[in-house]
Antibody, heavy 119, light 108 residues
Framework: QVQLQESGPGLVKPSETLSLTCAVSGGSINSYYWSWIRQPPGKGLEWIGYIYYGGSPNYNPSLKSRVTISLDTSKNQFSLKLSSVTAADTAVYHC?????????????WGQGTLVTVSS | EIVMTQSPVTLSVSPGERATLSCRASQSVGSSLAWYQQKPGQAPRLLIYAASTRPTGIPARFSGSGSGTEFTLTISSLQSEDFAVYYCQQYNNWPPLTFGPGTKVDVK
């Protein structure tokens, strides 16, 4: 059973860079596509971007200039960096594995981690 | 970008009744449509993919239908654990992968 667990600071100052890591267990990160998705408090879901082994990451155009997603196969984890954050970036950040190979539905999710942007 | 809309915003249903949720895409997504259930404080759970296919472990009372721009999620007989928010998501045209705004199913 694939399990995902997000980790990282829960508080980030405006203009700084948000950094999160998603640790994957029960499966290899060398397979499938892996995404970050966020959800502002009380609101809906927004896809941030995905990455897969051996390929280039793909980002939401609305965030593309500020986002970097990377894979660390040695640790079986992937990471998110979001630069120049503002209060609008306050959200629960989920990592997820796509259900089938390719940018498809999201079959496995981490429980999410709340990141608050505030000074 | 494909914009997903869902109706109604809130659906009030009594336990044991049937619930029908709608999702519409701004342009055709074929059958590349998924449905998720989310309860407070939890991650979304995949209920349906490819418009009508249930992953292993999803109860048969959940069914999906539709193609193109119009989709439906039906819960045949609502159980207490089904009161939640439901989202649709398209994965036919990207980036970006997009979600609908959600339908909240609450107790009538």
């Amino acid at each position: 059973q694939v399990q995902l667990q997000e980790s990282g600071p829960g508080l980030v100052k405006p203009s700084e860079t948000l950094s999160l890591t998603c640790a994957v267990s029960g499966g290899s990160i060398n397979s499938y596509y892996w995404s970050w998705i966020r959800q502002p408090p009380g609101k809906g879901l927004e896809w941030i971007g995905y990455i897969y082994y051996g390929g280039s990451p793909n980002y939401n155009p609305s965030l593309k200039s500020r986002v970097t997603i990377s894979l660390d196969t040695s640790k079986n984890q992937f990471s998110l960096k979001l630069s120049s954050v503002t209060a609008a970036d306050t959200a629960v950040y989920h990592c997820a594995r796509h259900y089938s190979y390719g940018p498809s539905s999201f079959g496995y999710w981490g429980q999410g981690t709340l990141v608050t942007v505030s000074s | 970008e494909i914009v997903m809309t869902q109706s109604p915003v809130t659906l009030s249903v009594s336990p044991g009744e049937r619930a029908t949720l709608s999702c519409r895409a701004s342009q055709s997504v074929g059958s590349s449509l998924a449905w998720y259930q989310q309860k407070p404080g939890q991650a979304p759970r995949l209920l349906i993919y490819a418009a009508s296919t249930r992953p292993t472990g999803i109860p048969a009372r959940f069914s999906g239908s539709g193609s193109g721009t119009e989709f439906t999620l039906t819960i045949s007989s609502l159980q207490s654990e089904d009161f939640a928010v439901y989202y649709c998501q398209q994965y036919n045209n990207w980036p970006p992968l997009t979600f609908g705004p959600g339908t909240k199913v609450d107790v009538k």
